[in-house]
């Protein structure tokens, strides 16, 4: 009896609660409101999302939105410092932040009773933050060691940046989101004041709330602690295109005595597809049939059985502006990059002649459905879900994904194929270990 009431309990919430419907709503002062609700979550997830980024920032001061990220914990005038990681300890709740190059999200998770609390605490330092000197100067010394941490002592950290740089030789995305040693420096209380008051407005942020709740029950809470903050005037976002390549491909080869393999990344540039919704999916399940498991044709052929590779990867990524999709191929010592190239080469020209494999263009498809069939099996996959929303994933795309996702077709994912290998690559860089980097010529003068 316990197992068809198991079976029964599967099919029911399954069909209850297999199509995600976000609700949507935007306050008099142009905040937007945005909850994705699954009744059985204990605890609530609350992000709050300003659309300004480090590709926003002053072009002399890079990584300002990500240092005004870090004082945004050191106290408003009703949350002095020290204040939210106390109520956070006695109720239960974390919270985190990420700054990108497009947005700055702060992210709270707590038991759901006490969602006003973190709504509370948002308001306060969306109109209130309290940006002090002397909290400042130590807080510059933190972010600069955090770059260090992640860049200086990291064992690809200036290839990493010259090849970011590489991939967009005059827009903001060339710089990290951190910015360099010299931008952090250079950061004033006054510049992070003025940067604070022009881009953190409600009319400029978003909430998404992901928890037990419906739109009904949290938008009164919402608007009682957000209607009294004003709306204001936003700047002009100005941001230096990246110019066409022209053809030109950028090659960037390093000896590093700290890598153990050797690793190479092919970038295209591809357009961002998020307001395309069709195009977006087809670029998604397209990237998921090329490497997305062990038994895609490319990725079993060069991992498995030719031993080319000891991992194959694509990833397409987007922001506000144009981003692209980037090869990343993984080889042994003692592989032969040129071998390696030559056959990934070789197979995507075989994908555009005769079409990728029907057997993986339909696993992709299964497995992006199967993401949205278990969403409701925890808050995990509709927090990452809420991320892309607020990263530029147009709701209506969630609302109807499973229609979306069921209509796209091979030819589809075969047309995205062609876009991004309609021109050359912009970079293609190559890390080795010490002894592997081919001999070049201008090695026979170097310390002469």
Not at 99 to 109: G, L, M
Not at 275 to 299: H, N, W
Not at 398 to 411: A, G, M, R
Request: glycine share 6%; with cysteine; proline share 6%.
């Amino acid at each position: 009896m316990k197992y068809i009431l198991a079976l029964f309990l599967v099919f029911y919430f399954g069909s209850l609660y297999s199509k995600i419907v976000p609700q949507t709503a935007t306050l008099s002062n142009g905040l937007k409101v945005i909850v994705f609700q699954n009744p059985l979550l204990p605890s609530v997830s609350v992000f709050t999302k300003y659309d300004v980024g480090t590709a926003d920032d002053p072009f002399h001061l890079v990584g300002l939105s990500h240092m005004l990220e870090h004082m945004m914990f050191k106290g408003s005038s009703k949350y002095p410092k020290g204040e939210i990681d106390s109520i956070l300890n006695k109720c239960g709740g974390e919270f985190n932040a990420q700054t990108s190059f497009d947005t700055t999200v702060y992210s709270f998770s707590i038991p759901a009773e006490y969602l006003e609390i973190a709504l509370d605490i948002e308001a306060d330092r969306m109109k209130n933050l309290d940006l002090k000197e002397e909290e400042f100067l130590p807080e510059q010394k933190v972010v600069i060691e955090e770059r260090q941490m992640r860049l200086g002592n990291h064992p690809f950290s200036s290839s990493a940046e010259i090849y970011q740089r590489s991939m967009y030789a005059a827009h903001p995305y060339g710089i990290f989101p951190i910015g360099y040693e010299t931008h952090i420096k250079a950061y004033t209380i006054d510049a992070l004041k003025d940067h604070y008051k022009k881009w953190y407005a409600p009319n400029n942020a978003t909430i998404a709330i992901v928890g037990p709740y419906d739109l009904a029950s949290v938008l009164p809470k919402i608007e009682a602690h957000f209607s009294s903050v004003s709306s204001q005037d936003l700047p002009l976002r100005s941001r230096i295109p990246e110019p066409q390549r022209q053809g030109l491909t950028a090659t960037l080869e390093q000896e590093n005595p700290r890598a153990e393999n050797i690793y190479i990344n092919i970038f295209y540039r591809v357009p961002t597809l998020n307001t395309q919704p069709e195009a977006y999916l087809a670029m998604r399940v397209l990237e998921d049939a090329l490497t997305g498991t062990d038994s895609r044709k490319l990725r079993k052929q060069m991992v498995k059985e030719k031993r080319l590779a000891l991992g194959v990867s694509g990833r397409y990524e987007c922001g506000k502006d144009d981003m692209g999709f980037t090869f990343s191929l993984i080889l042994s010592p003692d592989m032969s990059v040129e071998k390696a190239e030559k056959f990934l080469f070789e197979q995507l020209r075989e994908f555009l002649k005769n079409g990728l494999l029907e057997k993986d263009f339909n696993n992709a498809k299964k497995e992006r459905l199967n993401l949205f069939t278990f969403a409701m099996d925890g808050g995990a996959f509709l927090s990452t879900l809420a991320m892309s929303v607020l990263n530029g994933l147009p709701v209506e795309v969630v609302s109807n994904y499973e229609d979306y996702l069921q209509k796209i077709t091979k030819q589809q994912a075969q047309e995205m194929l062609k876009l991004i290998l309609s021109q050359p690559p912009v970079v293609i860089a190559r890390n080795y270990p010490k002894g592997k980097m081919p001999k070049r010529n201008y090695q026979q003068v170097l310390g002469q």
